[in-house]
């Protein structure tokens, strides 16, 4: 379990193909390394990776052909940044939401605005992930926690805050960039509650 705030940018330091699988490896200088233990979850781009090894400043996590084609996981390069998070662990201050680190889509930016000191930001969804997504509601982006300001149609928007352009990935997005996309857990289970009536 994760809250969406990113504690650091790493760095993609390695690729290597494994039986069809990936064996992605990140410099993780940022973080404190008694967060990364073998075994342990971590947030990559808002993706929930095991720790299977470390050396130095790098731990390396497995990455499935499912996680690849459900995420942007696929698409990394060595040198791709990528925003971290290691679990959440109890006592630890709940600043964003509630976040699983179990992608539900790959979204879109489409358009963005300055907007006083933030910048104004427009991702496209997914078709079926629409109805879970509500104005003034939580939505996680590459492991952020956002507030989701406004949705039409198949598209919402958020405004990112100078220090979250600074210390995440998303000040660096351009038009087209696809991102992944973490509904709400609560809106996921109220969803399959009301299926089951």
């Known amino acids: 379990m994760f809250t969406g705030i990113i504690l650091a940018i790493g760095r993609v330091a390695s690729i290597t193909e494994r039986g069809g699988d990936l064996e992605l490896g990140l410099d993780a200088a940022g973080l404190d390394p008694a967060r990364l233990g073998l075994g342990d979850s971590v947030s990559v781009q808002g993706v929930c990776l095991t720790v299977t090894r470390k050396q130095g400043g790098c731990f390396f996590a ?76 939580s939505i996680c982006i590459d492991g952020v926690s956002l507030t989701v300001n406004d949705v039409e149609q198949l598209r919402f928007d958020v405004n990112i805050i100078p220090h979250t352009q600074q210390v995440t990935t998303l000040g660096a997005l351009k038009i087209g960039d696809a991102v992944n996309i973490e509904i709400d857990v609560i809106a996921r289970y109220v969803e399959r509650l009301l299926s089951l009536t």
Request: charged share 20%; no cysteine; aromatic share 2%.
């Open 62 to 137: 497995d990455v499935s052909r499912e996680t690849m084609a459900k995420t942007t996981l696929g698409s990394l390069r060595v040198g791709s940044p990528a925003n971290l998070e290691p679990s959440l662990r109890a006592g630890d201050a709940l600043g964003g939401h509630m976040v699983s680190g179990h992608v539900d889509g790959i979204g879109r930016l489409v358009h963005a605005a300055e907007d006083a000191r933030s910048t104004r930001l427009q991702f496209e969804l997914p078709a079926p992930l629409v109805r879970f997504v509500a104005p003034k509601g």
